[in-house]
């Protein structure tokens, strides 16, 4: 008989995982709250840095997942821990049985509202990285498609490395992905002038910092190191946009017709939606706590619980696939010593 | 603009005001700059309200000047606060009001910092008992003036004789709101709105028929900023950031300006006549300047009070234009004549911005 194995989260890493233990025998149960499969990624357009569209890596994920037993529009409901296996309740009423549930969470957005200075919800013409990519999708914003477009800025670092935010952490791939969003937007508007305000950017990943390079020399984004002050709105619904340019040493004030925050991402605040006795603590930074950060991070400190991507921390796509595998491979060895 | 993103923010920012029993304290210097702003103010919530504030002549300066100077030590400041409170506590109030934007964020931090370093309130506790033999209990409530204008707002309306609106055409009068820069930037919470979009005088305006503008450099300071203004050899800082406000409001051709600082309804008002000599412009199409408001100024306005009577004609921009606009009657032949009918004497006329 195949042992199941409940999977939170049905993302990239749920996906990912479903797939593999799959292939490893096992019986999948891949629970996902939402209506449909691919997380944060089912609304994004294309991937830094060779520019993949989103939509093929989530097909072939969902492909990779057919002989799951999936439940979407569904919620776990509580976990609880019985002498040899968990109780896994969901919302849609059914119970099931298993050794061994991975967490695949994932992350949510940092809520632009909350930095007011920046005036989302506030002014017209300042949106997030994530209603961005939504129109690169061919989903219809009047923010975007009434603007006469000829310049457009990115606000690095919303909601992440900010105390005042409540997260201190990095957001780790928001730089090369306002990188990705800026030649995209000048791809379709080739005459509009793009500016990237920043703290640092980190390009740390492979073929990053060619990326990055490539957005000023064959685009012509414009970098500005310094953080945006404060956002307000002129006479014309433009808005306009102070910063200080540390480089230069001096304040600059531009005026523009799109400014994208680039919201950080964030911990989900719930795993499961009542408490059971199964407990998923958070680590100092809001996401998950595993058991060790270096050599045991698809871990928990509960036996036959497990974590892969974004639920214990930022990823990249890439990382959470790899972390996903090696969650599959960890599930797969937990099994074997229990024999 | 969303209105509805503001408002979103605004029902995240509001105070739980206490209704009456406050004891009031003066600013250092709005009585030589608008000086029946706090006359008007006791006026209003004593007479026309009904309410009970109390104030007594022994308060004094709260050093906040001084402390945004770096010209005094932070426990000195702390050592006036906490006379001021010790008066407080002597009259039997625990509701304290103040008149000053500055004061009201100089108490606000002095209170948050003896909250974060409990051993430093005890000894400022030691100072003031060595220096004048006094105790204080901290206050339940630290409120600025223009938060309880802003609580009562609707009965004023209700007992108001003229709105924020043009007779001849029907329309909301367009005005500018500025908030003092130590009312909320320090501590959001503390202000009505947040240090973001301060509702505080935009419930005012929206409440007696105006229109709010909000422009691009709204949150600008006005000009007055001590080390600007106060450090001689700044005051170019000073004018400079007034004219930036004003070239940034002026599309949007305000009717009026209401502030809620001492400082800023007089540089928003002076600097204008200065802007006027140095660029050859004013900033209204009919030559006289934006006039500038206190919110008890306006408060007083629409409630009907003779505009001789509240300080008016202290402004250096003419208010007439405006109260014509609104229909408020008053007696050109009074305006330089005291509440005593003495003669205030009238003043030199400007060369660029027209006067009445």
Request: hydrophobic share 35%.
């Amino acid at each position: 008989m195949r042992e199941n194995v409940v999977i939170i989260g049905g993302g990239i890493a749920g996906l990912e995982a479903a797939g593999q233990l799959a292939g490893l025998g096992y019986n999948p149960i891949l629970v996902e709250k939402e209506d449909h499969l691919g997380g944060h990624l089912a609304d994004w357009h294309c991937l830094f840095p060779d520019l993949i569209p989103a939509k093929d890596v989530v097909s072939t994920l969902v492909a990779g997942a057919a002989s799951a037993n999936i439940f979407t529009n569904t919620e776990v409901l509580h976990i609880n821990r019985l002498q040899d296996c968990y109780n896994v309740m969901l919302s849609n009423g059914v119970s099931v049985m298993t050794k061994a549930v991975l967490c695949a969470t994932g992350f949510r957005l940092f809520d632009a509202h909350k930095k007011e200075e920046y005036g989302y919800g506030v002014y017209d013409q300042v949106i997030t990285n994530s209603d961005l990519e939504k129109w690169f999708n061919g989903i219809p914003d009047p923010r975007i498609d009434n603007s006469m477009m000829s310049s457009a800025g990115f606000v690095h670092c919303v909601g992440s490395r900010d105390e005042k935010a409540g997260n201190p952490q990095c957001s780790k791939v928001c730089c090369i992905t306002a990188v990705k969003q800026a030649i995209e937007l000048k791809k379709k508007f080739p005459e509009m002038m793009v500016w990237c305000f920043y703290m640092d950017l980190r390009m740390f990943g492979k073929k990053y910092e060619d990326f990055y390079i490539s957005a000023q020399r064959d685009y012509g984004v414009r970098f500005i190191r310094g953080r945006v002050s404060e956002v307000s709105e002129n006479i014309d619904g433009r808005v306009v946009v102070k910063a200080e340019d540390t480089l230069a040493g001096r304040p600059v004030r531009i005026t523009l017709d799109l400014l994208v925050l680039m919201s950080g991402m964030v911990c989900n605040p719930k795993t499961v939606r009542d408490s059971g006795t199964v407990q998923f603590p958070a680590d100092s930074d809001g996401f998950l706590k595993c058991r060790n950060s270096v050599t045991d991070f698809n871990l928990s400190a509960q036996d036959g619980i497990f974590f892969a991507g974004s639920c214990t921390g930022p990823k990249t796509v890439p990382e959470t696939i790899a972390e996903a595998r090696s969650a599959v491979l960890s599930i797969h060895n937990w099994f074997k010593g229990k024999q | 603009m969303i209105y509805q993103g503001k408002q979103k923010i605004w029902s995240e920012y509001q105070k739980e005001i206490p209704d009456d029993h406050w004891f009031y304290v003066r600013s250092c210097i709005r009585q030589n700059f608008f000086p029946a702003s706090e006359k008007m103010f006791l006026e209003i919530c004593r007479n026309v309200l009904g309410k009970d504030f109390y104030e007594t002549e022994h308060h004094t300066t709260c050093g906040g000047i001084a402390y945004h100077c770096d010209t005094i030590p932070q426990e000195t400041v702390m050592t006036i606060v906490a006379r001021q409170f010790a008066l407080m506590t002597e009259a039997g109030y625990s509701n304290y009001v103040a008149s000053c934007i500055t004061s009201f964020g100089n108490y606000i931090e002095i209170l948050e910092t003896w909250k974060e370093f409990p051993e430093l309130e005890t000894r400022i506790r030691e100072l003031l008992w060595k220096a004048c033999r006094r105790e204080f209990r901290k206050p339940d409530y630290v409120a600025h003036a223009s938060d309880l204008i802003y609580k009562y707002r609707n009965e004023i309306a209700a007992r108001a004789k003229y709105r924020l609106v043009n007779r001849h055409t029907g329309e909301p009068l367009r005005v500018v709101e500025h908030i003092g820069c130590h009312y909320s930037k320090m501590f959001p919470s503390k202000g009505v709105g947040g240090a973001e979009y301060p509702y505080v005088l935009c419930g005012m305006i929206e409440s007696w028929g105006g229109n709010v503008i909000d422009y691009p450099e709204r949150r600008h300071c006005c000009g007055y900023g001590f080390r600007q203004y106060h450090v001689k050899a700044n005051r170019g800082y000073s004018i400079s950031n007034t004219h930036k406000k004003f070239e940034s409001m002026e599309p949007y051709q305000p009717d009026m300006i209401i502030t809620n600082c001492p400082g800023c309804p007089y540089f928003l008002d002076r600097w204008q006549y200065a802007i006027s000599e140095m660029e050859g412009k004013t900033y209204s199409k009919d030559g006289y300047g934006i006039p500038v408001f206190t919110y008890e100024e306006v408060a007083s306005l629409v409630l009907g009070y003779d505009p001789w009577d509240i300080g008016l004609q202290l402004h250096q921009v003419a208010v007439e234009p405006l109260l014509d606009k609104i229909g408020i009657e008053y007696d050109p032949a009074r305006k330089y004549e005291g509440i005593d009918r003495k003669s205030l004497s009238r003043p030199e006329l400007p060369g660029i911005l027209k006067c009445c």
